[in-house]
């Protein structure tokens, strides 16, 4: 049974940045692609941006491209989102997540991808 326990989100004003963590245990880290996804109230849950298990390639969603950075140390098994520049439209609660299967080379971009999630950590930020 994997485990994901994300931490950093926090009060930021707009133009701040954070860098948010996710640890996993229980499952061989290395092996899966990983996912951070976010939800504001009354809005559903949308994928941030996304990193294959081996590192190398990286995806993310149009609004944070430039902002957010994700990665990865496979040695910790750790997967990271930093975020610059946040803006107030970026307030939502952050979830980190792991692909369903391992070795997958294609971007899951639907929570339907995804079968373990952490229990996800506010982000606020202020105008």
């Known amino acids: 049974q994997v485990q994901l326990v994300e931490s950093g989100g926090g009060l930021v004003q707009a133009g701040g940045s954070l860098r948010l963590s996710c640890a996993a245990s229980?499952?061989?880290?290395?092996?899966?692609?990983m996912g951070w996804f976010r939800q504001a109230p009354g809005k559903e849950r949308e994928i941030v941006a996304g990193?294959?298990?081996?590192?190398?390639?990286?995806y993310y969603t149009g609004s944070v491209k430039g902002r957010f950075t994700i990665s990865r140390d496979n040695a910790k098994n750790t997967v990271y989102l930093q975020m610059n520049s946040l803006k107030p439209e970026d307030t939502a609660v952050y979830y980190c997540a792991v692909r369903s299967e391992p070795w997958t080379t294609s971007w899951g971009t639907s929570i339907n991808d995804y079968d373990t999630w952490g229990q996800g950590t506010q982000v606020t930020v202020s105008s």
């Open positions: 990193i294959w298990w081996t590192g190398r390639s990286t």
């Open positions: 229980g499952r061989t880290f290395s092996s899966y692609s």
